[in-house]
């Protein structure tokens, strides 16, 4: 069975149908999905998610909902990991991270925002004694810097939709990270990605789909067809099983070997995940 270590199945994409699309994703082989929060106001609807398909959730504050935020969410993110540190199913604190890729991100005031952020979750991560999963949008090497500043006590987790060099991949992983592939990789002109995903150690890899976002290469629609009226479908957790398969032919092993080791490596990095499954 596949693990989606990466699924925002609480997005307003899925408003009408989360739970026939998780059982969708159930019938294809996906026993399980680790469902990030993005800001505070979602954090109860994540957690409620996660327990009515028997899923886990992270609480966290993604670097694109920073602009918006204040320190009292940082106050409110930690009075939550507090209320709910006997909940098996909170897995880890995320989605956090850095963004460089969008402009404004990149420069003053957010920069620094964010900045203070990152720092301030992986303070909680690391006093709350839970993981994370660290959004790496161009931003890798400041993210380890940050890491490092806290090693040896620094947490480990899932860096999400790696696109970093390979440098950049081992540092993570000699730090404890698994780094996330998902559609981009089943793309032919990803060449620099799909050749990262078969030269790391297996044991360094997880899948995810980031849905409803990041979609393989059957559900994307060009900019002809956009402008024909072809929407570009939404991912879907039900999806990760084929791209789990691409990943497995391009390191030459079966889809069933890729299943149980990425599912092995999820469990290793997020131990709460590991209980869940029965």
């Known amino acids: 069975m596949w693990i989606d270590s990466h699924c925002h199945l609480y997005a307003a994409e899925f408003a009408n149908d989360a739970l026939q699309e998780r059982a969708r994703a159930v019938a294809a082989g ?3 999905c680790v469902l990030p929060a993005v800001e505070v106001k979602n954090f109860d609807a994540v957690r409620v998610l996660a327990h009515a398909t028997g899923d886990s959730y992270c609480l966290g504050i993604h670097p694109l909902y920073v602009a918006q935020a204040t320190d009292l969410d940082l106050h409110e993110l930690d009075a939550a990991l507090t209320r709910f540190q006997d909940d098996p199913r909170l897995v880890a604190v995320g989605e956090i991270g850095l963004d ?3 402009p404004e991100l990149a420069e003053s005031p957010l920069r620094e925002k964010q900045e203070h952020f990152f720092r301030a979750q992986l303070k909680l991560a690391q006093r709350h004694g839970l993981p994370v999963v660290l959004h790496v949008r161009r931003s890798v090497d400041r993210i380890l810097k940050y890491l490092r500043a806290l090693a040896p006590a620094a947490p480990a987790g899932i860096a999400h939709a790696f696109n970093g060099s390979d440098v950049q991949a081992r540092a993570l992983t000699q730090m404890g990270f698994k780094l996330g592939f998902g559609g981009a990789l089943t793309y032919d002109r990803a060449t620099h990605l799909r050749a990262l995903s078969q ?13 409803p976002d990041i979609v393989p290469h059957w559900l994307y629609r060009t900019a002809d067809e956009r402008r024909q009226g072809h929407a570009t479908p939404r991912n879907s957790p039900a999806e990760l ?26 469990c290793d990095v997020l131990p709460r995940v590991r209980h869940l499954l029965v």
């Open 100 to 102: 460089y890729f969008v």
């Open 30 to 32: 996906v026993s399980h």
């Open 241 to 266: 099983p084929r791209i789990g398969a691409e990943l497995a032919q391009l390191r030459g092993i079966s889809a069933d070997a890729m299943a149980h080791a990425t599912s092995a490596n999820v």
């Open 199 to 211: 030269s790391l150690p297996l044991d360094a890899l997880v899948l995810e789909t980031d849905s």
